[in-house]
């Protein structure tokens, strides 16, 4: 037998994903060139090997990869619990997973009474006028500060129209989506890209405008903090709403 993949998620669900003696997470955040890493294990309390830690003639077999049977800690608990196989007896390792287990859902329980997170707008920071943008430098930065977009464009368009508006719209996105981690080359890459969708844009008689609404998060268990949100709108070079 083995642990299922249905054991393995109530284990880990249950632990919090914390090891079971000291409590520290159990997996490292990814990095900017690799990928997350787990540094925790699925433990057997009673070992299914006749020569291996807590091993228990009289343990249904059966039960080997139960739930019941499996702790979650890091590799170092991991590594003591069967070399202290006197001291990490079966009764004191499931007493602790039942501590540990509680632990958990107490925590969980508090944080359930945390106000859930939410973006607040004030209605005096909403931007009532666009500025004009036609340099792709400005835009891509004025996007790379913002967490959150606003778009606005005219609904009458044509196919080549509507390709061409949904290209720069999704360029200017992706672009700033990236610019915390791009290289330098690649900002100069994305500059000159958007530079000239401007310009694209400008030849089929469309401009523009834009502004940055400072928003609120509210909620959570950190402090309130700024999100800012950029209002692009692409309107076409005769629109009665354009002030000179």
């Known amino acids: 037998m083995s642990v299922t993949d249905k054991t393995r998620k109530l284990i880990w669900v249950k632990t919090g994903n914390r090891c079971a003696i000291c409590r520290q997470k159990l997996t490292i955040d990814e990095t900017s060139k690799d990928s997350d890493s787990v540094v925790g294990d699925e433990c057997h309390i009673v070992s299914e090997s006749e020569n291996g830690p807590r091993f228990d003639k009289s343990y249904p077999e059966e039960r080997i990869d139960s739930k019941e049977n499996l702790i979650v800690l890091c590799k170092t608990h991991h590594k003591m619990i069967d070399d202290q196989v006197d001291t990490y007896t079966t009764e004191v390792l499931r007493a602790i997973k039942k501590n540990h287990e509680k632990w958990v859902e107490t925590k969980l329980s508090q944080n359930e009474k945390i106000k859930p997170v939410r973006i607040v707008r004030h209605k005096n920071k909403i931007p009532k006028k666009l500025s004009r943008v036609t340099d792709g430098q400005e835009l891509f930065n004025i996007t790379s500060s913002c967490l959150s977009y606003y778009h606005d464009f005219p ?54 405008f834009i502004a940055v609404e400072e928003q609120k998060i509210e909620g959570g268990m950190g402090p309130n903090s700024t999100w800012n949100a950029l209002h692009l709108s692409i309107v076409q070079d005769d629109d009665p709403r354009i002030q000179k």
């Open 155 to 208: 609904d009458n368009l044509s196919t080549e129209e509507a390709e061409l508006i949904g290209s720069f719209l999704q360029n200017v996105t992706d672009w700033a989506d990236l610019s915390d981690a791009i290289e330098p080359i690649n900002k100069v890459r994305a500059v000159k890209s958007i530079s000239d969708n401007l310009d694209r844009l400008q030849d089929y008689g469309f401009l523009v």
